[in-house]
């Protein structure tokens, strides 16, 4: 939590004059008592109206001064809190897109959006009353018993003996509290999972008949989260029951103590009542200091998850110029290279190797689970390899900053990503400064250019969140023209093809071979056909590298490709047949 308050930075001038005015807003309070003893004791024991009115009206001025100061350190503590919460929010959602896939994957999306969304709020309102309360509470409780002190040693002795009691059951609440914030906040995590999964895959629920089954998992989930929300209800709403009967019997213990005194002619009406407004001055800011600290309980809690995002080393090892190019090297070259997921029972790849020149097109084909879309992660760095090296016109991987490095490559992956936005947008993601003649050269290579042509608006047609307003085949198709507008290198498609008719996919791959700027293409598919003319296939079989080398190769020396093909093929024959 220590290493958030660097984002006060800034709000230094806020941060001082916040609690300054709110302290001298609880001086005036304290006056309060003093004044309403004199009345008692001046104006009314002696009947004089006037003596009455002038401190009547000094209390209504001092109301109004206070007022003032109290809305002033308001203002200013909520102008620190929410810029607090903007930069907190700002360099969380920095730092989580720096974050390697793997921490991502690791991580999950439903705590990532908790953390950016309800622990930054919650942490934001605890430094808005901190501000305001944390030494104006203290100020007012240790100013009461003081000024108790000023009016009679021995009734202020209750003072000393009842603080310390009411400290040990708030701090001891609060204690109980912050693991049990903790554990509410990893479990609303887990609904928040439930619900986005739910949400985002409503059509296969429902066309696999798993409402009730879904349904069940969120309500057990739910019940878990709130008997953790009861459980710390309960203790915490222990704070203001047991701090008003120790306050009351203090007060009970004080006015009897004060009746002694008074007959006895130690003390005066007024200044019992005094005491008496100093000790109830202490149960109110006790009140207010019990609920802020259940809330900065929450607060720590929320803002150690925040900080724990942030700790996590979001830095991969990159270069920090271009390296030259090797003269006569290849266009990349995996040099021995595995790979294990972590927490894996074994490595997803093992002992890769492969050269590619520039401008040829590889075919990477294999069972599911093989290593395919892992070996195309590796290539543009989503996943850093556990051993070997990659290199890119021989360079290491590793030698690249990551910005050029991605700017070199061309992704299609596997899911067609689209966003909220026109068309247009959705293909200058890929380059900003691509102009229109680029984007329809971009569509014609990808097979697009026909449907975007046809929708209302051309490249200004509207793109809804996902792309759900186009069909499978033509969200994939975009996507490739956005990889194709940026002219890459290297052109990597993840098994982008597989909503596709066989004619547009053999339209798109005579297209990418006919490009003037001739990319090295990695083509990842389940089609052996797709693959069928690509320069080299490399065939992987759990992780191992099975075979690599032409279509009539692999055919002849490997068994794995010839499995493939020939069960695709009879497939097929038997539908025609």
Known sequence: MRKLFCYLKGYGRECILSPLFK????????????????IIDEGIAHSDTGY???????????????????????YFAARAAVGFGE????????????????????????????????????????????????????FVVFGAMIMAFIIDVRSAMIFVLAIPVLSVVVFGIMLLCIPLYQKVQSRLDRVLGLTRENLSGARVIRAFGREEEESRLFRESNERLTSVQKLVGRISALMNPLTYILIN???????????????????TQGMVIALYNYMSQILVELVKLAS????????????????????????????ETVPEPVAGAPAVCFRNVSFRYRGAAGPALQGVNLEVLHGQTIGVIGGTGSGKSTLINLLWRAYD????????????????????????????????????????????????SASDGDLWEALRVAQAESFVREKPGGLDGMCEAGGRNFSGGQRQRL?????????????????????????TDAALRRSIRELPYAPTVFVVSQRASTLRHADCILVLDDGHVAGAGTHEELMRDCEVYREIYESQYRKEDGIHG
């Open 479 to 503: 996507t490739i023209a956005r990889a194709l507008c940026r002219r890459p290198s290297v052109l990597i498609l993840d098994d982008s093809a597989s909503a596709l008719d066989f004619a």
């Open 249 to 267: 019997l203090a007060i009970l213990w004080l006015i009897y103590e004060g009746a002694l005194r008074v007959e006895s002619g130690i003390l």
């Open 23 to 38: 302290l001298t807003e609880a001086l005036l309070e304290l006056l309060v008592p003093l004044v309403v003893a004199g």
């Open 52 to 74: 009455i009115v002038w401190n009547c009206l000094l209390l209504v001025g001092l109301g109004l001064l206070g007022l003032g100061f109290s809305v002033t350190a308001q």
């Open 385 to 432: 390899v556990t051993e070997g090296e990659i290199l890119l016109d021989g360079r290491d991987l590793r030698e690249y900053p990551l910005r050029d490095l991605r700017a070199r490559i061309g992704l299609v992956p596997q899911k067609a990503e689209l966003f909220r936005g026109s068309i247009r947008d959705n293909l200058q993601y890929g380059n900003p």
């Open 292 to 319: 802020l600290i259940i809330l900065m309980t929450k607060s720590v809690a929320c803002g150690n998850r925040v900080a724990a995002v942030l700790a996590i080393d979001a830095e991969q090892v990159e270069g």
């Open 87 to 138: 930069k907190v929010r700002a360099a969380l959602f920095r730092h989580i897109s720096r974050l390697p896939v793997a921490e991502l994957d690791r991580l999950g999306t439903a705590t990532m959006i908790t953390r950016l969304t309800s622990d930054t709020n919650q942490v934001q309102s605890g430094v808005n009353m901190t501000l305001r309360l944390l030494l104006r509470s203290p």
